[in-house]
């Protein structure tokens, strides 16, 4: 299990949009967040595929990392995670392999199989109901590393097809994902697996059990290696942790309601009055993320790394300002020690 003191620590970001704020607002956020990472010592920025949400600009990943990595100069850039159904293997492999030409090795694809929005956006996305099924991922991220690797079977019909940019200028591929059946392809595979336990964290030590029971070496990879999605907000305040916490945990029940919710105010959070079910079901939520004092936080990060045994951390901070989302940045490199990497 890798110690608490040498865990790279990275971050996932969704280029939040503030209350009162636009989408410039919400991609300068984002940027700003990364300067700070950096500065801070962590490894990764990840920024995630999101569509037809009113308080996320983050719909084009790729567009999104290159402005991002144009603004720093050594963390590494990625997708967390590209949602490859809704993409054709060719235009991602273009894309990234684009990236990889700017960027050089500072540039990641997180790929992941969910729409990452509702059913007729998802149909919009990919033009067909016959697209909306995922039986066709595992042959979409076998398209998608040939193109970048070669090697493609006679018998694929794309395999004269050359990806340029893209054919060797593969970015660090990691398959993302919240259940088992990701994890079954990433170690078929050999690649490297990130599990979203930040909205997923009832399964975590079961997925990545999985994971390293199935994993097959491959040319890129001799090893599992094993990341986790975590929440954070901290500060010294409990009252301040409650202000910056409340806004995105009103979001997230609204969209389990079936809204597509604007951005909300601190004001308005901390004046709902939350139901008792609503309470228990936000309570369950945050049972095993890191939200509170440094030392919760703390704690929190440190019990789940030694149950899961990740070989990297990765922070998404639901605060509700940038501030607030540095601070919780702060706090974990503070709590855990200098990032490795």
């Known amino acids: 299990m890798t110690t608490p003191n040498a865990i790279p620590l990275n971050v996932l970001d969704l280029a939040n949009r503030p209350y009162g704020g636009t989408n410039a607002d919400a991609v ?28 996320i600009a983050s719909s084009a990943p790729a567009v999104l990392i290159a402005g991002i990595a144009a603004a720093t100069s050594r963390i590494r850039v990625g997708s967390g995670g590209v949602m490859l159904p809704n993409h054709a293997p060719l235009v991602v492999a273009e894309q990234f392999g684009t990236l990889r030409a700017l960027y050089g090795d500072r540039i990641d694809l997180g790929i992941g199989r969910a729409p990452g929005t509702d059913g007729a956006t998802a149909m919009a996305l990919r033009r067909s109901a016959e697209g909306l099924g995922v039986d066709d991922f595992p042959q979409q991220l076998l398209d998608l590393l040939g193109f970048f690797h070669g090697g ?40 490297p697996f990130a599990f979203a336990h930040h909205f997923a964290g009832d399964h ?34 409990p009252e301040v942790v409650r202000a910056l916490s409340l806004p995105g945990q009103l979001s997230f029940l609204r969209m389990r309601m079936g809204a597509k919710p604007q951005p909300v105010s601190i004001e308005e959070a901390l004046a709902y009055e939350f139901t008792p079910l609503e309470e228990e079901f936000i309570a369950a939520r945050n049972a095993r993320q890191a939200i509170g004092t440094p030392a919760e936080v703390s704690s929190r990060l440190e019990a789940l790394l030694a149950s899961t045994g990740a070989d990297e951390l990765m922070i998404t901070s639901g605060a509700a300002t940038v501030d607030g989302r540095i601070r919780s940045l702060e706090i974990v490199r503070d709590v855990l020690g200098a990032p490795a990497g």
């Open 152 to 191: 493609m079977s006679d018998a694929n019909p794309l395999h004269t097809i050359t990806a340029v940019p893209g054919l060797g200028d593969a970015p660090q591929v990691w398959l993302l994902g919240s259940s088992g059946f990701s994890a079954q392809v990433a170690a078929a595979l050999g690649l």
């Open 204 to 237: 975590t030590e079961e997925a990545l059990d999985l994971y390293r029971s199935r994993f097959e070496p491959s040319e890129t990879l001799r090893e599992p290696h094993t990341m986790i999605g975590v929440n954070v907000v901290s500060d010294e305040d």
């Open 28 to 55: 300068a956020g984002s940027v700003r967040l990364a300067q700070a990472a950096e500065e801070l010592g962590y490894q990764r920025f990840w920024v995630a595929e999101h569509h037809g949400m009113p308080g």
